[in-house]
């Protein structure tokens, strides 16, 4: 049995190569419950009314999600839904009907309910000019009622490729208080075989500007299970990241599904790292990060002691949604944009796909509604309980069940029996409805939600889900 082991207080993480490969399958990252695979076309526009209207009387918080779909030129490894192009025009025709959108979304809302969180996601957000920056985010707020507090949190994803410290300035001056810059592998030989050259010093330069402009929270991302990764090469990158000390981290296994994102298509397969190796690779970050005294938050996140996420975390109030681990769980988010998705109440909404489909409901005066999904009592109940394994490692089911009259053992048979085998290798623990993951089951944490997940039984492992290592 090869085991990596290290031990932070309460958080040790223990790797036992031979048990993770036995559990390693497809499934979900849960940023939803029902997950988007499940969303369907019978929620359409006139849904989204209804529960646009019905969130008016709960009067909650909002979140907005825009995403930018253009980049200037693709990453290989990128699975996220994009438009290569170098023409910077479009990105001005494309913010003049996201906020055409925001119209027919804002008229329908409350005006006193308050945006107490923005992300631009991508893509590339940074692929727009500072004139058209400055536009979008001037023409939500003329829309929105977006927060001035010190607790917003107004976010921005960014590729340090593609910006300097200018740009930053500005949109520290709009009002980004959060960057999450693209990294994933300073090694020369692994940024070759994915079309993403990137400089060390440029990179750390604009983490650093982040600060300088008054960012309260800077992430970085990285990459593991890339081709051509090695040791050396990753613990190298880990060491130059860790020296600026980001306040979160965020570190994702590269997940290769060439049959579904064809730029992956370009990877040599032959290159990518053995489910062995690429174990090797997940736990050197960890050994690294936990050392560096960062808090592991879930799945591939981490952040400082002090950060915002690791304090909602010992609160018992972190939330995950589309955008991520965020501390802001009671709110309605609406997503802008080409295949953004919003969550309102206890429904799901996504928009088309496709460039063109989305262009053609906004430029009609439609409500962009692609698909979606209302939950029903079940479904609410498996969220809650997801929610918290995923946010926190463990859940007491049973509290769950009894605010609503169900006897948990009965109702969720199914999930028990699934549970048992994870039990009976060391990765889950089960006290009567208490649910908690173990130090060893941590890297397979979406294991345990999936039990709770009624549109996986049986159990199954679509193409359309990553594997959980």
């Known amino acids: 049995m090869d085991t990596i082991s290290h031990v932070q207080d309460d958080l040790a993480w223990c790797f036992d190569a031979g048990v993770l490969r036995r559990h390693d399958r497809a499934g979900p990252r849960y940023t939803s419950y029902p997950t988007a695979p499940h969303f369907h076309d019978g929620f359409g526009e006139s849904a989204l009314r209804q529960v646009l209207a019905g969130s008016n009387r ?15 030129s693709p990453c290989f490894y990128c699975g996220c839904n994009r438009v290569i192009t170098r023409d910077r025009s479009q990105g001005q025709r494309y913010v003049t009907r996201v906020l055409a959108e925001a119209d027919l979304l804002a008229c329908r809302l409350d005006p006193r309910r308050e945006v107490i969180q923005l992300h631009l996601g991508g893509g590339t957000p940074n692929f727009l000019e500072r004139d058209t920056m400055a536009g979008l985010v001037q023409g939500l707020r003329q829309r929105f009622n977006l927060s001035g507090s010190a607790a917003r949190d107004f976010s921005i994803e960014l590729d340090p490729r593609f910006i300097d410290r200018a740009d930053v300035a500005q949109l520290a001056a709009l009002g980004f208080n959060r960057a999450s810059l693209g990294v994933q592998d300073f090694d020369p030989g692994v940024q070759a075989s994915i079309n ?47 020296a600026l000390r980001p306040d979160r981290l965020a570190v994702y296994g590269y997940a290769h599904l060439p049959q579904l994102f064809r730029a992956q298509r370009q990877i040599d397969e032959s290159r990518l790292p053995a489910p062995e190796r690429k174990l090797g690779l997940l736990g050197l970050a960890v050994r690294h990060l936990l050392q560096a005294g960062y808090q592991y938050i879930g799945m ?14 010992r609160a018992g109030l972190l939330h995950r949604n589309f955008m991520g681990y965020t501390t802001h769980a009671d709110t309605d988010l609406l997503g802008l944009g080409v295949s953004a998705i919003s969550n309102v109440g206890h429904s799901y909404s996504q928009n088309p796909r ?3 489909s989305w262009e053609a409901a906004v430029d009609a005066g439609r409500l962009p509604v692609w698909r979606g999904v209302e ?15 995923m946010c926190h490692g463990e859940v007491d089911a049973g509290a769950a069940c009894d605010r609503r009259g169900i006897a948990f053992e009965s109702y ?12 009976a290798d060391g990765l889950a623990e089960v006290h009567g409805a208490l649910v908690r993951v173990t130090s060893k089951g941590r890297p397979l944490l979406r294991l345990l939600a999936m039990c709770f997940d009624r549109y996986l039984l049986p159990a199954s492992q679509p193409a359309s889900y990553s594997r959980a290592i």
């Open 412 to 423: 969720f048979a199914d999930a028990l029996s699934q549970l048992a085998l994870l039990q």
């Open 300 to 313: 591939d996140h981490f952040a400082l002691p002090g950060e915002d996420l690791s304090r909602a975390q």
């Open 375 to 389: 939950l029903d009592a079940d479904d609410v109940l498996r969220a809650e309980i997801i929610q918290q394994l």
């Open 196 to 242: 993403r050259i990137q400089g060390v010093e440029e990179t750390l330069d604009i983490l650093q500007a982040c600060r300088d402009h008054g960012m309260r929270s800077v992430n970085v991302d990285l990459i593991y299970g890339l081709p051509g990764q090695t040791d050396e090469g990753f613990g190298r990158t880990l060491e130059q990241v860790l």
């Open 354 to 356: 496709d460039l063109p």
């Open 58 to 72: 709960q009067a909650r918080a909002l979140s907005l999600y825009v995403h930018v779909p253009f980049c200037s």
